[in-house]
């Protein structure tokens, strides 16, 4: 299919990518406990902007590149790392709004979680590794039609990408709306999430 080896491995295998918690995965998460499943959605597509920009990069050969220049690597990986933690150190000290709170959330809301979860993914320059390395598993030399497969292959990761991710905002946005009602319990799952970013973004400087 559009020269790709096993294409039903190839979707299995993204599935499986997707659901190791990642800082793109815990930042939906973060946006959808804090302000909705709109809020959710808006970050959703915020990864999935920033998967395509690193799938065009590595397309071009960027990841040579950094590979080459580790010093550039390692700026933009400080960068998403401080962005990370950053995140974490708000969640940390927001304070738990009434359950009501994000029922009227506007465009502006919704675009300023799109450009936070674009930002995350944009500043992980591994994930231009990650797909340099990847893709090629899954294509057929014999059988690949250029810039055609690439495009078959990052239309597939984004679709399952939006399928899965839309599927947990659902059901973080079910549990965070009962969870709301517990101003305890509401505040103990932000101040989680928030040292779960702050350990991903210190993992992410240190490796």
Not at 23 to 49: C, D, E, M, Y
Not at 131 to 148: T, V
Request: aromatic content about 10%; some cysteine.
């Amino acid at each position: 299919m559009f020269g790709i080896v096993s294409y039903p491995t190839f979707v299995l295998t993204v599935l499986l990518f997707l659901a190791i918690p990642g800082p793109g995965l815990l930042g939906i998460v973060a946006a959808t406990g804090k302000n909705g499943q709109r809020a959710g959605f808006a970050s959703t597509l915020g990864v999935v902007v920033g998967d395509w920009v690193h799938m065009m990069l590595a397309g071009i050969g960027v990841a040579a590149l950094l590979q080459a220049n580790p010093l550039v690597f390692k700026a933009i990986q400080y960068l998403g790392a401080a962005y990370l933690i950053y995140i974490g150190v708000t969640l940390l000290r927001l304070k738990v709004a009434e359950p009501s709170a994000s029922a009227g959330q506007s465009v502006d809301e919704g675009a300023r979680h799109f450009r936070r979860l674009f930002l995350i993914t944009l500043m992980n320059p591994k994930a231009i590794v990650f797909y340099m390395a990847f893709f090629p598993l899954f294509i057929n030399p014999a059988e690949h039609h250029g810039a055609w497969t690439l495009l078959a292959m990052g239309m597939t990761v984004s679709c399952l990408t939006i399928l899965f991710c839309f599927a947990v905002v659902l059901l973080v946005n079910v549990i965070t709306t009962r969870l709301k009602q517990n101003a305890w319990v509401s505040r103990i799952a932000h101040k989680l999430a928030g040292v779960t970013l702050i350990g991903f973004g210190i993992k992410l400087s240190t490796n």
